[in-house]
């Protein structure tokens, strides 16, 4: 394989392994924007929404940024972000990064605005304060969707890596395996 491109190429190892780092927290990204959801079985916003669990919603988004944000800073860190594939998927855990810490905001602006209506009493402005609270909430919950694509595309760009990889293996040139000796008779045995 021609050096130059051994040196673009993410070790093996480290692809398997990020990967599986991606898929994880794109799983659950994905879990946390399916499951928190503000609105009741009937698909309305409850009379009384739960400031408590929005508060959790933005505790645990924030978590989940953190690592998001961990991956990316340690991907970036290393000498492989900076290879042409490696440049692509810094780009994407980039988006990933951006998106999930939008997230937390949104949700702690619907806690607050569930925290308001409790407290106000029917009028326009529990009106408005109940549209706030649906369109952070949606808003954040779009924010980690969007986060799970990037780390999806991600994964996809180191997977499709690790078919060149495989490419590339196979098209080493194989040496050819020594046969049995040929033995010239030597002249002083004729």
């Not at 609105?39 to 959790?56: F, K, Q, V, W, Y």
């Not at 806690?111 to 549209?131: G, I, V």
């Amino acid at each position: 394989m021609p050096p130059d491109l051994q040196r673009g190429l993410i070790p093996r190892d480290d692809t398997t392994q990020l990967i599986a780092v991606l898929d994880t927290l794109k799983s659950r990204l994905h879990d946390a924007y399916q499951q928190w959801s503000l609105l009741d079985e009937n698909g309305r916003i409850p009379a009384a929404p739960s400031p408590t669990m929005l508060l959790h919603h933005a505790a645990d988004a924030q978590g989940l940024s953190h690592e998001v944000l961990q991956v990316t800073a340690d991907f970036a860190d290393n000498g492989h972000s900076t290879t042409r594939v490696g440049s692509t998927v810094l780009k994407y855990l980039a988006a990933a990064a951006t998106e999930s810490s939008q997230a937390a905001p949104h949700f702690a602006e619907a806690a607050n605005a569930a925290l308001l209506l409790a407290r106000s009493s029917p009028s326009a402005e529990q009106h408005h304060l109940t549209k706030r609270m649906a369109i952070d909430h949606a808003s954040a919950c779009a924010c980690l969707r969007r986060s799970s694509r990037s780390l999806s595309d991600a994964a996809t760009e180191l997977d499709q890596h690790l078919g060149l990889h495989g490419f590339l293996t196979s098209m080493r040139p194989q040496r050819p395996s020594p046969g049995p000796s040929l033995s010239t008779p030597s002249p002083r045995h004729r």
